[in-house]
């Protein structure tokens, strides 16, 4: 996670930003505060790297890359007004001596388009990840990727559009999908938990699932409802000033997966 030291929302590269409404910078990091704490008292290790001036949309840490077992790809924006974070969160990625690290050459947003559902990556494109980001992401972890299309601007990254619940089911929002990618997601999660547009537009799908534990925005009521009936047990955040830049739980989380391919060890 990336603490929100120099969030703000000075310029536009997705529908939920507007630079002329003014965003509470105290606000937001005790919200973010709030969020790290939380993951803290449910077990979870959260390592941090330092935000830089001038990159205010740094604190969406998922954005920085994807890390699979031992392997790290580092993230190439779309935008040139996020295209330093990717050195950035390189050099953090160069700190950690147990990555197998690589930079991306193609277009890719980490988590923010790239999430891991058991042994396959599930990756879309519209808006920022490239096709060819999806065939470099497939070579370099050694995973099968299904590419998705997102055709609704709100719904920018795949994490604003879908949640990973576990090994082999998901959440998800059908109307930010391309006809063909609705098919696919239907025909391969079958048990997938449907969102309605208030959960949606809420960015309720933005959140961190641990197995048990859902990490989401407080505003997701009817996400919250299912997911309980569902035997989860959703814990509601509220992060509404992250949310005028477009982001949620997720983008601020990047999370370290094992290979889902190496047996589970014994170390804690
Ligand atoms: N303002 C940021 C952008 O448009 C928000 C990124 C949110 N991150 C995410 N993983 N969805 O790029």
Not at 26 to 49: I, P
Not at 80 to 102: K, V
Not at 151 to 167: E, G, I, K, S
Request: charged share 20%; aromatic share 8%.
């Amino acid at each position: 996670m990336c603490r929100p030291d120099h969030f703000e929302v000075c310029y536009s590269i997705n529908p939920w930003m507007n630079p002329a409404e003014p965003v509470d910078r105290a606000l937001a990091l005790s919200q973010w505060e709030t969020l790290r704490s939380t993951f803290e008292k449910y077990g979870h290790h959260v390592d941090l790297v330092p935000g830089e001036p001038g990159l205010p949309d740094m604190v969406f840490a998922a954005n920085s890359g994807l890390v699979v077992g031992d392997r790290a790809l580092s993230a190439r924006f779309t935008h040139p007004e996020r295209a330093a974070e990717g050195p950035a969160y390189h050099q953090w990625f160069t700190q950690r001596e147990r990555f197998e690290l690589a930079c991306a050459q193609e277009i890719n947003e980490g988590e923010g388009d790239f999430l891991l559902v058991g042994e396959h990556i599930l990756a879309a494109t519209g808006f920022r990840s490239s096709l060819a980001a999806h065939r470099e992401v497939a070579r370099f972890f050694d995973l099968p990727v299904v590419s998705l299309e997102l055709v609704d601007p709100r719904f920018y990254h795949l994490d604003t559009a879908m949640m990973v619940l576990d090994d082999a089911n998901i959440a998800y929002f059908p109307p930010a999908f391309s006809a063909a990618s609705r098919a696919m997601l239907a025909e391969l999660y079958p048990d997938a938990i449907v969102a309605t547009d208030a959960d949606a537009v809420v960015l309720g799908l933005n959140g961190v699932c641990d197995g048990h534990n859902v990490f989401l925005s407080d505003k997701a009521t009817d996400l919250i409802a299912t997911l309980r009936a569902n035997g989860y047990n959703p814990v509601g955040l509220d992060l509404s000033e992250l949310l005028k830049a477009g982001g949620g739980v997720k983008c601020c989380t990047l999370e370290i997966h094992d290979d889902p391919r190496s047996e589970p060890s014994a170390a804690a």
